[in-house]
């Protein structure tokens, strides 16, 4: 009787908080939105179930193509679709809550860090590591990549090529991704080997896909999530908070390796140097000097602050540029004449990245051939197919696809002509930025030419994957530069083909991999 009476009731009281909301509430000037569906003046529902059931992408760019660039998703929350829309909500807003779903060890790593003034602070503790200059000139980065490349990733690809067997890219260059990433954070002896060891690559995947579906609640409804748990209900699933602990001790265990051979003074002589580790915590340490942490933040502070960055950017660097380097190696298998005119490009540097090393001394890779280490990722930035390729591949399957939130600041502030109250949420979403068909003619199609046309400078500043002011992605250069160097080093060798990409389009939510989580090809050697 109780559910009956609650039923006939809800009806009009919702109305009644809707005409109180609409007519007097301080969301009023969000009125003159349009609504993306009916129900989200006054209910954040619709939007939470489009994004619980995994179509949040496609539903809000369908909005943007029916109501405009500027559309409502919830009662204090919208979507915008406009350069000055971008320029506007990531130049100086902060972040909201969402962002606390990324903490790690109990501390937050950058990308969790809600303020400013402490983003900032804690940016600059290492960004000078992740710089363009820095990542190009590192003679670190240059060794572990040839290693990787001739000992593990190439001669796969090779005996492919000889065996006829297929290879699962996808699960390929998620382990380029985290083998190059680790060895850049703690040196090449003292990271992950997931081109190797099969079992470490698999259970690690695993954990995170687990993590990633089950901590859906915590992020996006965090304070229901933490109240729910101080009476006894958890909405993160055991398996979630299993698949964390299991990662975060991975990466504790790598993080106390290369400590204690620090600490010893006891560096593998082969390996090289673990820069983001020491670097950041160098820093730390010097940073805690000036200004000691907090008794609440307890003694393993300086340790888990740094652990908490170092496993953000394991788990960010691996996944997205696996998935976009599994999407380029899609769309070059399903373009064969613009492969071949790429790798007609790609044997054009002087050294060329050719596999196996000839003994002639031609090849980037040979022994005997000493280069700066600055020198072939300074060729591959400045050749125009490749990067049309990569920034193509970028714009049409972008790994972070929904929008980023950020919150409207004290006294509110215009956007695109429409009124935002303070501390309502707006965000963009790259995959609906990168739609836009004012600036991207054929948006839905991989076109590589778009990025050398006429409109190719227009084009760059509509490029939206990697974020943009202060807060944009702190690892751009070092994962563009990894992607291209490990394009380079397969299609200078080689042609790659399909053998099955059933269920290659991108799943609908926040990172945007392959639905069927696989992509099988089947490489031949190119003399």
């Known amino acids: 009787m109780a559910f009956l009476t609650l039923g006939l009731l809800l009806p009009p009281l919702l109305l009644i908080l809707y005409f109180v909301q609409k007519n ?51 009662p204090e929350e919208v979507s915008v679709c406009t350069l000055d829309g971008l320029k506007t909500i990531y130049g100086d807003w902060e972040k909201n809550a969402w962002y606390e779903a990324f903490i790690n060890y109990g501390t937050p790593p950058l990308v969790a860090k809600i303020h400013s003034g402490p983003h900032s602070a804690h940016k600059r503790l290492f960004s000078n590591v992740y710089s363009k200059s820095y990542v ?37 260059n998620m382990a380029f991704s985290m083998d190059t990433m680790s060895a850049y954070e703690f040196g090449s002896a003292y990271g992950t080997d997931f081109l190797d060891d099969e079992d470490a690559c698999r259970h690690f995947l695993e954990a995170f896909a687990v993590v990633k579906n089950g901590f859906f609640w915590a992020g996006r409804l965090p304070t229901l999530t933490q109240n729910l748990e101080r009476i006894g209900i958890n909405l993160v699933a055991q398996a979630a908070l299993d698949g964390q602990a299991y990662m975060e001790d991975m990466c504790w265990k790598l993080c106390s390796l290369v400590h204690t051979a620090i600490e010893n003074n006891s560096i593998d002589p082969t390996s090289t140097a673990p820069v ?68 007609a490009e790609l044997r054009s540097i002087n050294p060329p990245l050719l596999f196996p090393p000839s003994t ?37 399957y972008p790994p972070g696809a929904a929008g980023q939130p950020r919150v409207a600041p004290r006294g509110g502030a215009m956007l695109h002509g429409f009124m935002l109250p303070e501390g309502v949420v707006a965000h963009a979403a790259p995959y609906s930025v990168h739609r836009n068909e004012e600036v991207f003619e054929r948006a839905e199609e991989w076109l590589p030419e778009r990025w050398m046309g006429e409109r190719k400078k227009e084009v760059a500043e509509w490029f939206w994957s990697f974020g943009s002011g202060s807060r944009g992605c702190i690892g751009k250069a070092f994962a563009i530069q990894e992607m291209l160097v490990m394009l380079a080093a397969v299609y200078t060798n080689y042609s790659s083909y399909i053998v099955d990409a059933e269920g290659i389009e991108p799943v609908d939510e926040f990172i945007a991999g392959p639905r069927a989580g696989k992509l099988i090809l089947r490489f031949e050697k190119v003399e």
Request: charged letters at 20%.
């Open 360 to 396: 002639s001394g031609r090849s980037a890779f040979s022994p005997s051939i000493v280069i700066p280490p600055s020198a072939i990722p300074r060729a591959l930035d400045a050749l125009p197919l490749l990067n049309a390729t990569l920034y193509e591949t970028l714009r049409l």
């Open 136 to 172: 190009q000139n590192s003679s670190d980065i240059s060794a572990f990549n040839s290693r990787i490349l001739t000992k593990k990733v190439l001669p796969k690809i090779a005996t492919s090529a000889t065996t006829g067997a297929s290879i699962d890219v996808l699960r390929l």
């Open 24 to 74: 007097f509430g301080r969301l009023r000037p969000l009125n003159a939105i349009p609504n993306a569906h009916p129900t989200v003046p006054f209910s954040s529902i619709w939007l939470i179930s489009i994004r619980y059931r995994k179509r949040e992408n496609r539903t809000v760019w369908d909005a943007h193509k029916r109501l405009g660039p500027v559309v409502r998703l919830a």
């Open 276 to 343: 983001v580790y020491v670097q950041r915590f160098s820093s730390q340490t010097k940073s805690m000097e000036k200004t000691p942490p907090s008794p609440t933040e307890g003694p393993d502070f300086l340790r888990k602050s740094v652990a908490s960055d170092m496993l953000c950017h394991l788990i960010a660097g691996h996944e997205t540029s696996g998935i976009n380097l599994t999407y380029a190696m899609y769309e070059l298998s399903m373009h064969p004449e613009f492969q071949t005119a790429l790798r």
